[in-house]
């Protein structure tokens, strides 16, 4: 299945990088997979909350809003919107990236997921995966690495821009 564009995406290296952790990378995976996983398979959506340090973006810890979806759809309400904001000011965090699933193997951004992006800023980012949360979340996995530059959103070339920091390393 192939996302509707109208629209010309734009593609370009990341200003900056985006580090997560390994347990982050874990329980989207999870959480969108969950999602993929009812009958029938929905679109999911997973916040990503951490803290933007100069051009690169540090996350921390995932929120999973209340949200009304379908199997070509994910859409967040205000009230939950709105207790996301108030559960990462709690943290002293942000929203600073948004991952969500798409139904087949296309990663890119839609149209709708241009314009219905939460508060889009300079340097945030957008994370795609593919087949209802059963792709990656790493853009070596396939997954289609978003990120908002000059007003509009560019699909991330490169696969180094996403960096998973391992809950242990070895010297």
Not at 61 to 77: E, F, L, M, W
Not at 103 to 129: A, K, N, Q, W
């Amino acid at each position: 299945m192939t996302v509707h564009r109208t629209r010309p995406l734009p593609t370009g290296p990341a200003r900056g990088r985006l580090v997560i952790t390994a347990d982050v990378r874990d329980r989207t995976r999870q959480l969108l997979a969950q999602a993929g996983a009812t009958t029938p398979p929905h679109e999911g959506l997973v916040w990503w909350l951490g803290r933007k340090v100069g051009t690169d973006t540090y996350v921390m810890s995932t929120i999973s809003p209340a949200v009304d979806s379908g199997p070509q759809h994910v859409i967040a309400n205000e009230s939950s919107v709105g207790a996301a904001a108030t559960a990462a000011r709690a943290l002293r965090l942000g929203i600073v990236a948004q991952t969500h699933s798409h139904p087949g193997v296309d990663t890119r951004h839609s149209d709708g997921d241009d314009d219905l992006v939460l508060m889009p800023f300079e340097g945030m980012y957008s994370i795609v995966t593919a087949r209802y949360g059963n792709g990656d979340v790493l853009p070596a996995g396939g997954a289609g690495v978003h990120q908002f530059q000059d007003g509009r959103w560019v699909l991330v070339t490169g696969e180094d821009t996403l960096i998973v920091v391992p809950d242990e390393v070895h010297a």
